[in-house]
């Protein structure tokens, strides 16, 4: 199973954290599932960009962007070249080493 690194974020996983998902799991869900609330606005259909990460190590492993997937990037606060949306990052047999983003844009914070 792979093994998701989450770098320390003040809000979401202080400590940082490590953790595993059978492949084919989506970032988001992998953290979810973990007890790490990362946002999740659009209940991870592809709609916003709340699940934002950057993918510090592992990207090539996680396949394609699709072009849904790279418009609403362009809008994401603090966009590098390995961002990606947490929810249609899925995992292969690669670890990852993911950070989340300082802030994200989110009209409506909820609290999950």
Request: aromatic share 4%; charged share 20%.
């Amino acid at each position: 199973m792979p093994v998701i690194k989450i770098l320390p974020h003040p809000e979401y996983c202080p400590q940082g954290a490590e953790i595993s998902a059978p492949a084919g799991t989506s970032i988001c869900e992998a953290m979810l599932d973990n007890h790490i609330n990362i946002e999740h606005a659009c209940d991870m259909s592809c709609a916003c960009t709340t699940c934002h990460v950057i993918v510090r190590e592992g990207f090539q492993s996680l396949g394609e962007l699709d072009e849904n997937e790279e418009d609403l990037l362009d809008r994401a606060w603090g966009l590098e070249p390995q961002s990606r949306l947490g929810c249609q990052a899925l995992l292969a047999q690669t670890n990852v080493t993911v950070e989340i983003p300082k802030y994200t844009i989110n009209h409506a914070k909820e609290n999950h």
